[in-house]
Each structure stands twice: as C-alpha cells, then as structure tokens.
C-alpha cells in the first residue's frame, strides 16, 4: 500500500531525516493547529516515527519514504502473502490454501502445488479449484501441457 503526496518534502527534510527525531515544520499552521485540538494528530514531528513503531511492533517491515522532486510516498509492504478470504463470493479453504501456496513461492506446477497442500485433495479438485481461482482473477497460467505453471494474478499482488 503506498501513500503519495502530489507535492515534495519542504523545509529541507529528507526522506531519511523522517526516520529520526526531527523537527515539525508546518506548511499551514492553522490546519495543524485545528487537526492537533481535534486530536487528530497527537503531537508535532511524531507521525512518522509513530508509524515506524507500529509496524516494527506488528511484525512488519518499516515502511518506505521516498522523495523525488515533485512528490513525497509512504510505502508500506507486507511481510507475506495473505490471501484473501472474500473476492465476489467467500474463497474456500482449499481455495484459501492454493493462494498461501502460490504466495509463499514462484510458479508452481499444479502437481507441485498439490503436493504442497495440508489436505491432500485429489488431482480433479486441485483443477477445479485453479479454475475457479482463475475466472476470479486471482491466479493466472502461463505455458502449455505438462509445462503449465500457475501463479498470483497481478491484481492480487
């Protein structure tokens, strides 16, 4: 998930002074100012430290600042693969472990995938199932015969 402001760091902050105690410059005081009262933001110069705490104490990786000369962008990646639970109607069990499989690897055969899951489902079902995951648009396939190998969607990414 990334976050981008059409506009670049100002006061001379950089993307890697944002990870330090720095200080809290406001662009518009007076809607800082109002947000801060609201108790919006907690208090000035924090917001990206805050964010780095949260993650770092969720188990997930810091998240990315990036500064270019027209824009500003808080990145935040996952740390794995997790695989939806509803799309346009609930995913299955078995549909949920396919995708923690694809997820955990690169494509996969639909024998190495089958040989991969808990369940032990049979070959037909393992078919089906990428099939239905298919028409969804959360896998995808790519080659032919026995040289198909099944991956992520990009949209599912």
Do not use: C
Request: charged share 20%; glycine share 8%; hydrophobic share 40%.
């Amino acid at each position: 998930m990334e976050f981008v402001s059409s506009s670049p760091l100002r006061f001379g902050l950089t993307a890697e002074a944002l990870r330090h105690p720095h200080p809290s410059l406001k662009l518009n005081p007076l809607i800082a100012n109002a947000f801060y009262l609201r108790g919006i933001i907690e208090s000035w110069g924090r917001g990206t430290l805050r964010m780095m705490e949260l993650t770092t104490s969720s188990g997930l990786p810091e998240p990315e600042f990036e500064s270019a000369s027209h824009s500003f962008t808080v990145r935040f990646r996952p740390s794995r693969y997790v695989a939806p639970t509803r799309v346009e109607m609930d995913n299955s069990p078995l549909q949920q472990e396919i995708l923690q499989v694809l997820g955990s690897g690169g494509p996969r055969s639909q024998s190495e995938i089958r040989a991969l899951l808990d369940s032990e489902p049979a070959r037909r079902t393992v078919q089906v199932n990428l099939a239905t995951l298919r028409s969804m648009g959360l896998v995808d396939m790519q080659g032919v015969g026995r040289g198909i190998r099944w991956h992520l969607a990009k949209k599912s990414l």
